[in-house]
């Protein structure tokens, strides 16, 4: 008898999902060429890093809507947004950020700092719906889970008449938010890693 895989399950995840949503960054975040720059070398410790900086920013965003996709109860794909001016987090959470980050010792909390300072200074200044991070479990890709994710996010804007905003540090994801509606409105090295800036405009 021919295998069926089960049914891929889209949802708004919340509070209890942190945990999991947390992992799931971590693990598909870690080949990331920032991670790299910023983390370094270590795979594990990049994973461990990043699930703990992310643990802190998703219990600390209420603004944040987390959308996942689960299959047999696991979660495998997840897209984060903040609504319009909310792309930073609140203060407390910032600070929080900031005394987890020191814990990776200063060399990495430097770079995290940076990393952030050149996201946040090419920031769009129109209202917009700040995507990201978006990861599907890096044995999954290229199935069409980041699209149903892609698809579910576009609706919202297209709902809501805003646009988009994105940034990523990889040339292959720059074509996948390309087809979804975005277009580069600007690049910059980053720690020696080139990225890409992303708006897509409202429909
Ligand atoms: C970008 C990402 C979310 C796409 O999810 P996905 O489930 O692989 O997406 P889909 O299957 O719907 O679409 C695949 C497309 O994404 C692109 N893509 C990016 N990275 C890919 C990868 N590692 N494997 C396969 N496709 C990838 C390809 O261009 C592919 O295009 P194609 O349809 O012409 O083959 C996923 O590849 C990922 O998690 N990447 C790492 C994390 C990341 O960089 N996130 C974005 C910045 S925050």
Request: proline letters at 7%; a positive charge.
């Amino acid at each position: 008898m021919r295998h069926r895989e089960p049914y891929l399950h889209l949802r708004s995840l919340d509070r209890a999902d942190v945990a999991e949503v947390a992992a799931l960054l971590g693990r598909g975040m870690a080949d990331s060429p920032l991670h790299v720059a910023v983390y370094g070398g270590d795979e594990a410790r990049r994973t461990r890093r990043h699930e703990s900086l992310m643990s802190v920013l998703l219990s600390g965003s209420p603004s944040m809507r987390v959308v996942g996709v689960e299959q047999g109860g696991s979660l495998i794909g997840v897209a984060a947004a903040v609504p319009p001016a909310r792309c930073r987090p609140p203060a407390k959470t910032r600070l929080r950020l900031l005394s987890r980050a020191l814990t990776f010792g200063p060399g990495a909390a430097a770079r995290l700092l940076a990393w952030n300072r050149a996201w946040t200074a090419r920031d769009i200044s129109e209202p917009h719906v700040h995507l990201g991070p978006v990861s599907v479990d890096w044995h999954l890709r290229g199935r069409g889970i980041g699209t149903l994710l892609m698809l579910r996010h576009t609706s919202h804007l297209d709902s809501i008449g805003v646009p988009g905003y994105a940034e990523t540090d990889r040339p292959e994801v720059v074509g996948f938010y390309r087809r979804h509606g975005y277009a580069v409105i600007g690049e910059a090295d980053v720690l020696g890693v080139p990225n890409w800036f992303l708006r897509r405009p409202p429909r």
